[in-house]
């Protein structure tokens, strides 16, 4: 495990991650789930291709459940909230690596010194605090800077509970529900991109993210 990992955090984030860890395994025990593209990941991880899987911050909570049993570092940062994603993180198996909260300098060489590690990493393109629903181009700039592919996450219910105060309107899937969930083909970037060519290629990658949500609620009829 890295360095960089925020371990052993704080007690109040142990307590609330373990305490979120067994609620979701129970809660999703009754999902009926549904899948597609899940072995465009598979097949980066068995040939070592790195690859950045990106999804909404509103829809990371199923996640934990639909992509266990995969060898994957999931990006979070030092607040409270962080620290409870990387406690449930762990407990569902995952390996996760703290970063500093602005994509500077230390942002990559915290990535730099860690990359090699791991081949899957995930991320919420639009956290830790929003807008929601728009990617953030210096994680495409980050991407292409170390060569990652990008895979792109599309989650929906059948019934679900949707947290509209909050900014990124929460998908809380309900028990014995449908679940879909679908990921794209690995997109290669190409490297050398300005801020202003990231900025394009996140909007590319919006709409694309857009087609993996309408393709998840396909997956429920």
Same mark, same amino acid.
């Given at each position: 495990?890295?360095?960089?990992?925020?371990?052993?955090?704080?007690?109040?984030?142990?307590?609330?991650?373990?305490? =979120?860890?067994?609620?979701?395994?129970?809660?999703?025990?009754?999902?009926?789930?549904?899948?597609?593209?899940?072995? +465009?990941?598979?097949?980066?991880?068995?040939?070592?291709?790195?690859?950045?899987?990106?999804?909404?911050? =509103?829809? +990371?909570?199923?996640?934990?459940?639909?992509?266990?049993?995969?060898?994957?570092?999931? $990006?979070?940062?030092?607040?409270?909230?962080?620290?409870?994603?990387?406690?449930?993180?762990?407990?569902?198996?995952?390996?996760?690596?703290?970063?500093?909260?602005?994509?500077?300098?230390?942002? *990559?060489?915290?990535?730099?010194?860690?990359?090699?590690?791991?081949?899957?990493?995930?991320?919420?393109? &639009?956290?830790?605090?929003?807008? =929601?629903?728009?990617?953030?181009?210096?994680?495409?700039?980050?991407?292409?800077?170390?060569?990652?592919?990008?895979?792109?996450?599309?989650?929906?219910?059948?019934?679900?509970?949707? *947290?509209?105060?909050?900014?990124?309107?929460?998908?809380?899937?309900?028990?014995?529900?449908?679940?879909?969930?679908?990921?794209?083909?690995?997109?290669?970037?190409?490297?050398? $991109? &300005?801020?202003?060519?990231?900025?394009?290629?996140?909007?590319?990658?919006?709409?694309?993210?857009?087609?993996?949500? *309408?393709?998840?609620?396909?997956? *429920?009829?």
């Amino acid at each position: 495990m890295s360095s960089m990992h925020s371990e052993p955090g704080s007690r109040r984030a142990r307590v609330l991650g373990a305490i =979120g860890a067994w609620l979701l395994r129970l809660w999703c025990l009754s999902w009926r789930k549904r899948f597609a593209g899940v072995e +465009y990941l598979d097949e980066c991880i068995a040939g070592g291709q790195p690859t950045l899987v990106l999804f909404w911050h =509103g829809s +990371y909570v199923p996640l934990f459940a639909l992509l266990r049993g995969r060898p994957a570092c999931i $990006l979070t940062n030092s607040s409270l909230r962080g620290q409870v994603i990387a406690q449930i993180s762990r407990r569902f198996g995952y390996a996760t690596l703290e970063l500093p909260d602005e994509h500077g300098r230390r942002f *990559l060489a915290a990535l730099r010194k860690a990359r090699h590690e791991h081949v899957a990493w995930g991320t919420a393109a &639009d956290g830790p605090l929003g807008p =929601g629903g728009r990617i953030k181009p210096p994680l495409i700039t980050l991407a292409a800077h170390f060569g990652f592919s990008v895979q792109l996450v599309g989650v929906a219910a059948r019934r679900a509970w949707r *947290l509209n105060r909050r900014w990124d309107r929460m998908l809380l899937p309900l028990p014995f529900t449908r679940v879909g969930l679908v990921i794209g083909e690995p997109i290669q970037l190409p490297k050398g $991109l &300005d801020k202003a060519m990231a900025a394009r290629q996140a909007k590319v990658l919006e709409a694309s993210m857009a087609r993996c949500a *309408l393709q998840a609620q396909d997956l *429920l009829r």
